[in-house]
């Protein structure tokens, strides 16, 4: 944030005093009564919108409970979960009014200046031992998790909440922990609803996931309200959010008649049809950090997960030597380490450590500093740097592909020169935490499969710099900014975006991600500002390449909406022709007719004039004229009727055949056609009906020029509509990987056609591929989805490995259990 826009914030008592002057009023010193008044109201706008979700959030968490036990494993299973259900549906309306009066005392809270509402991971500190069960820490995981990304989406209308709300606060700056109505207040509102009923874990964990659907997922209408009615009342109603263009700050406030002098100043792209100002994309921790906009959240969110991670790691070393208190600050000696199979690396001084070795006093042990430790990770990185040019060096000979460095064999090689060095070396149990954590980090590297495998391999020979860096800074796992962490998301997003698994790369991206690990691997010594360095020059490649496949991207996405809008045209133009003629006999000069260039006429007028002009009402009504012009009239009135008519619908029809561009020969049989049909239905005969095979032929036709293929018509299975319809929720941006190993991403989703448009690595089209069709290629496994997450890789796998030693902490703790009974 610049200085202006800091001291902006600091003194929110005076906002606005030179640049919103036409605010004035608002700045105005207001009664304690007026205050009041304000606060009054928006805790009934809130506790009103809390009434309306409440319920459908609580009736479908009673659903899926209750099918959650209709899968149950077993019948005491299943008991259990019907009585959890009963549970839930008993204590609705106490539940709710609970609910909503923990809200409303968040407001008289912030009224008297004493609402700090954390998420909970504050009570997560200090000695792992104090912690007494697993189900808070997962709750609290939970609720960051749910405010962490609630924060981010709303972050406009919550940064123009809290300015409003800070001039009923005497001018004190807010946060979300001091704002009444932030997703945090709601989360804590539950969590204190859920205290007092006797529920598991996992039932819990399955309601903040309903919660944080039907109820976070909803609060921008709340935040619209409030703001409105604090923008009626006067207080800052010109105030304006816009991403900053220089990096420095991520808001800034405008009155109403300040516009950018350069447009392009805040978006060099321009903004992409569809899209909002603020690419989702960019709400990512990782996209933020360079432009120096990352939310306190994020920052409050990592450094929640990461000391989760910790305190599971020192759990899971607890329970694995029987509760001992002192075997947490026991250092590792190296000549007891045994390493581990791939894919079990675990939290630190698991069975595969020996703490103290029968023959080595613990006395004896020598424990290496953090510096010799870095020292012989040096010796480790001049090997690796030598293997890996070895490699690229022998490619033109047909030598194999770099294959991907083992983890366990980093910490091996590490251990193995340490007991060289000396019998006695030892490494301390934080250390080995250290060790483990980045193991962790680059096993969930090696299996994930946004990489391609390529990639992976390459990226696998950074271990050792990385592992040189956590030791060097200690840091380095805390800071979602650190230069280090950011290079390492940069190069794995490179990766997904630009690099494919049949071999092939866009834009020479392959290369680059080599080039930046063989001077990592070459230079890194113990200076962190190489890291910086890296990171600037790679990003700067990686932004002109990113521009440059926006703007093909976007060129195509805009032709690909012209088409579509065409296709959606003639789909509704189809519909309606269809609609009139099927289960009616139909001569073929008519079908014809009707199915061909009428068709193109009311596509025409559709796309001109739109479905509620009179051009396309009159255009239709020719349709439902010519057809009742055919049908034999018995009745005289109906027989005048028809001769009135018949003039200004046959030169209706020539005006849409003009129109068109229609040839004039074949308009002219076709009128003749028509002419001499009403005359056979004035004689109260009826004309001869289309043969079967000639109708389904044009009306076929007709269909697949609209794109309704016969093949796309064809009835559906279960598993082909399930696919279709997750893919209705997929997010723009997703990898697919197809046969052969290219990658190809969703750019865009029409929702009238269920269309989707795929673009290669470059941005080019390569197809609008209709939904189904998609589905199908999914199921014969000719198409699979490889990037459904918008999470930089650095939090995805911090994400992983807490999961993985959840899991596993849960097992051991079982286990224990079992053992003890």
Same mark, same amino acid.
């Given at each position: 944030?610049?200085?202006?826009?800091?001291k902006?914030?600091?003194?929110l008592?005076?906002f606005?005093?030179d640049?919103n002057?036409?605010?004035s009023?608002?700045?105005?010193?207001m009664?304690?009564?007026i205050v009041i008044q304000h606060?009054?109201?928006?805790?009934?706008?809130?506790?009103? !919108?809390?009434?309306?979700?409440?319920?459908?959030?609580?009736?479908?968490?009673?659903?899926e409970?209750?099918? /959650?036990?209709e899968?149950a494993?077993?019948?005491?299973?299943?008991l259990?979960?019907f009585e959890v259900?009963?549970?839930i549906?008993?204590v609705?309306?106490?539940?709710?009014?609970e609910?909503?009066?923990?809200?409303?005392?968040?407001?008289?809270?912030?009224k008297?200046?004493?609402?700090n509402?954390?998420?909970g991971?504050?009570?997560?500190?200090?000695?792992?031992?104090?912690l007494?069960? /697993?189900?808070d820490l997962e709750?609290t995981?939970?609720?960051?998790?749910?405010?962490?990304r609630?924060? %981010? !989406?709303?972050?406009?209308q919550?940064?123009?909440?809290?300015?409003?709300?800070?001039?009923?606060?005497?001018g004190?700056?807010?946060?979300?922990?001091?704002?009444?109505?932030?997703?945090v207040?709601?989360?804590?509102?539950?969590?204190?609803?859920?205290?007092?009923l006797?529920?598991?874990?996992k039932?819990?964990i399955? %309601?903040y996931?309903?919660?944080?659907?039907e109820?976070?997922?909803?609060?921008?209408?709340l935040?619209?309200?409030i703001?409105?009615?604090?923008?009626?009342?006067?207080?800052?109603p010109?105030?304006r959010?816009?991403?900053?263009?220089?990096?420095?700050?991520?808001?800034?406030?405008?009155?109403?008649?300040?516009?950018?002098?350069?447009?392009?100043?805040?978006n060099?792209?321009g903004e992409?049809?569809?899209?909002?100002?603020?690419?989702?994309?960019?709400?990512?921790?990782?996209?933020?950090?360079?432009s120096?906009t990352?939310?306190?959240?994020?920052?409050?969110?990592?450094?929640?997960?990461?000391?989760?991670?910790?305190l599971l790691?020192?759990h899971i070393? /607890?329970?694995?030597?029987?509760?001992?208190?002192?075997?947490?600050?026991?250092p590792?000696?190296?000549?007891?380490?045994?390493p581990?199979?791939?894919?079990?690396?675990?939290?630190?001084?698991d069975s595969?450590?020996?703490?103290?070795?029968q023959?080595?006093?613990?006395?004896?042990?020598?424990?290496?500093?953090?510096?010799?430790?870095?020292?012989?990770?040096d010796g480790?990185q001049?090997?690796?740097l030598?293997?890996?040019?070895q490699?690229f060096?022998?490619?033109?000979?047909?030598?194999p592909?770099?294959?991907?460095?083992?983890?366990?064999e980093?910490?091996q090689?590490?251990?193995q020169?340490i007991?060289?060095?000396?019998?006695?070396g030892?490494?301390?149990a934080s250390?080995m935490q250290?060790?483990?954590?980045?193991?962790m980090?680059?096993?969930?590297?090696?299996?994930?499969?946004?990489?391609?495998?390529?990639?992976?391999?390459l990226l696998?020979?950074?271990?050792?710099?990385?592992?040189k860096?956590?030791?060097?800074?200690?840091?380095?796992?805390?800071?979602p900014?650190?230069?280090a962490?950011?290079?390492?998301?940069?190069?794995a997003?490179?990766?997904v975006r630009?690099?494919?698994?049949?071999?092939?790369?866009?834009?020479?991206?392959?290369?680059k991600i080599k080039?930046t690990?063989?001077?990592?691997?070459?230079?890194?010594?113990?200076?962190?500002?190489l890291?910086?360095?890296?990171?600037?020059e790679f990003n700067?490649?990686?932004?002109?390449?990113a521009?440059r496949?926006?703007?093909?991207?976007?060129?195509?996405?805009?032709?690909?909406?012209?088409?579509?809008?065409?296709?959606?045209a003639k789909?509704?133009?189809n519909?309606?022709?269809?609609?009139?003629?099927d289960?009616?006999?139909?001569?073929?000069?008519?079908?014809?007719l009707l199915?061909?260039?009428?068709s193109?006429?009311?596509?025409?007028?559709l796309?001109?004039y739109?479905e509620?002009?009179?051009?396309w009402?009159?255009?239709?009504s020719?349709?439902?004229?010519?057809?009742?012009?055919?049908?034999?009239?018995?009745l005289?009135a109906?027989?005048?009727?028809?001769m009135?008519?018949?003039?200004?619908?046959i030169?209706?029809?020539?005006?849409?055949?003009?129109?068109i561009?229609?040839?004039?020969?074949?308009?002219?049989?076709?009128?003749?056609?028509?002419?001499?049909l009403?005359r056979?239905?004035?004689?109260s005969?009826?004309a001869?009906?289309?043969p079967?095979?000639?109708?389904?032929?044009?009306?076929?036709?007709?269909?697949?020029k609209a794109g309704q293929?016969?093949?796309?018509?064809q009835p559906q299975t279960?598993?082909?509509?399930?696919i279709?319809d997750?893919?209705?929720?997929i997010?723009?941006g997703t990898?697919?990987?197809?046969?052969g190993?290219?990658r190809l991403?969703?750019a865009?989703?029409?929702?009238?056609?269920? /269309?989707y448009?795929?673009?290669?690595?470059?941005?080019?089209?390569?197809?609008?591929?209709?939904?189904?069709?998609?589905?199908?290629?999914?199921?014969?496994?000719?198409a699979?989805?490889?990037?459904?997450?918008?999470?930089?890789?650095?939090?995805?796998?911090l994400e992983?490995i807490?999961?993985?030693?959840?899991?596993?902490a849960?097992?051991l703790t079982?286990?224990?259990?079992?053992?003890g009974e």
């Amino acid at each position: 944030m610049d200085k202006n826009a800091g001291k902006f914030m600091q003194n929110l008592g005076s906002f606005g005093a030179d640049a919103n002057k036409r605010s004035s009023p608002s700045l105005a010193p207001m009664s304690e009564q007026i205050v009041i008044q304000h606060l009054k109201h928006c805790r009934d706008l809130t506790r009103g !919108f809390a009434y309306r979700v409440f319920p459908n959030f609580w009736r479908h968490w009673c659903k899926e409970i209750l099918e /959650h036990a209709e899968q149950a494993k077993s019948n005491k299973e299943q008991l259990a979960l019907f009585e959890v259900q009963n549970l839930i549906a008993a204590v609705q309306q106490p539940a709710e009014q609970e609910f909503c009066q923990h809200l409303g005392n968040g407001f008289v809270k912030f009224k008297n200046k004493t609402l700090n509402t954390l998420t909970g991971e504050e009570r997560f500190t200090g000695d792992m031992l104090s912690l007494v069960e /697993h189900s808070d820490l997962e709750e609290t995981i939970a609720i960051t998790s749910i405010t962490h990304r609630a924060e %981010g !989406f709303y972050a406009e209308q919550l940064w123009s909440l809290q300015q409003r709300l800070a001039l009923l606060n005497d001018g004190e700056k807010l946060d979300e922990r001091s704002n009444p109505a932030s997703p945090v207040q709601f989360c804590e509102a539950l969590r204190k609803v859920l205290a007092s009923l006797d529920m598991d874990a996992k039932t819990k964990i399955i %309601g903040y996931k309903i919660f944080d659907q039907e109820v976070i997922g909803q609060l921008e209408g709340l935040y619209d309200e409030i703001n409105q009615y604090l923008i009626h009342q006067n207080l800052l109603p010109n105030l304006r959010f816009v991403p900053s263009s220089d990096g420095a700050s991520s808001t800034r406030s405008a009155s109403e008649d300040q516009v950018a002098d350069d447009p392009l100043d805040i978006n060099p792209l321009g903004e992409l049809p569809g899209q909002s100002s603020v690419d989702p994309m960019h709400r990512r921790a990782s996209d933020r950090l360079l432009s120096g906009t990352l939310n306190p959240s994020d920052v409050q969110y990592q450094s929640s997960l990461l000391n989760a991670i910790k305190l599971l790691q020192a759990h899971i070393t /607890h329970q694995g030597h029987g509760g001992q208190q002192t075997v947490q600050q026991a250092p590792v000696a190296a000549t007891g380490f045994a390493p581990r199979p791939a894919g079990e690396y675990s939290a630190v001084a698991d069975s595969s450590y020996n703490q103290h070795p029968q023959h080595i006093s613990a006395q004896n042990l020598r424990v290496y500093s953090t510096d010799q430790l870095v020292g012989v990770l040096d010796g480790l990185q001049t090997t690796t740097l030598v293997t890996t040019q070895q490699v690229f060096d022998n490619v033109s000979a047909g030598v194999p592909t770099l294959a991907p460095q083992r983890v366990q064999e980093v910490s091996q090689l590490m251990m193995q020169q340490i007991a060289r060095e000396n019998e006695n070396g030892a490494v301390e149990a934080s250390d080995m935490q250290t060790i483990d954590l980045v193991g962790m980090l680059f096993e969930y590297m090696l299996s994930d499969e946004h990489l391609p495998d390529s990639v992976k391999a390459l990226l696998s020979y950074l271990h050792t710099p990385f592992l040189k860096i956590a030791f060097i800074d200690k840091d380095f796992f805390e800071q979602p900014e650190h230069p280090a962490r950011v290079l390492l998301n940069s190069l794995a997003e490179a990766g997904v975006r630009w690099v494919s698994n049949d071999g092939s790369d866009q834009f020479e991206i392959f290369n680059k991600i080599k080039v930046t690990v063989f001077r990592l691997l070459e230079d890194f010594k113990n200076d962190v500002r190489l890291f910086a360095e890296l990171l600037i020059e790679f990003n700067a490649y990686t932004h002109n390449v990113a521009r440059r496949q926006e703007l093909m991207e976007r060129r195509a996405l805009e032709k690909a909406q012209g088409e579509e809008k065409l296709r959606e045209a003639k789909v509704q133009v189809n519909n309606a022709v269809r609609s009139r003629t099927d289960g009616r006999d139909m001569p073929s000069a008519i079908l014809l007719l009707l199915l061909q260039p009428w068709s193109d006429y009311l596509s025409f007028v559709l796309l001109r004039y739109g479905e509620n002009s009179d051009s396309w009402q009159r255009a239709v009504s020719v349709v439902d004229d010519l057809l009742w012009s055919l049908e034999p009239k018995t009745l005289q009135a109906d027989k005048v009727k028809q001769m009135e008519k018949q003039d200004s619908l046959i030169a209706a029809l020539e005006h849409g055949f003009e129109t068109i561009g229609y040839e004039q020969a074949k308009g002219r049989k076709l009128i003749d056609a028509v002419v001499a049909l009403q005359r056979l239905a004035l004689q109260s005969k009826k004309a001869e009906s289309a043969p079967a095979p000639m109708r389904t032929k044009l009306e076929s036709m007709a269909a697949e020029k609209a794109g309704q293929t016969t093949e796309l018509l064809q009835p559906q299975t279960a598993d082909e509509t399930k696919i279709v319809d997750s893919l209705k929720m997929i997010e723009f941006g997703t990898w697919f990987e197809f046969d052969g190993g290219k990658r190809l991403k969703v750019a865009w989703f029409n929702q009238k056609t269920n /269309h989707y448009m795929l673009v290669d690595q470059q941005g080019r089209k390569v197809s609008l591929i209709a939904g189904l069709q998609l589905a199908r290629e999914m199921i014969s496994g000719k198409a699979r989805v490889i990037a459904g997450s918008t999470k930089p890789f650095f939090e995805r796998a911090l994400e992983n490995i807490y999961q993985t030693l959840n899991e596993r902490a849960g097992n051991l703790t079982a286990e224990v259990t079992r053992i003890g009974e």
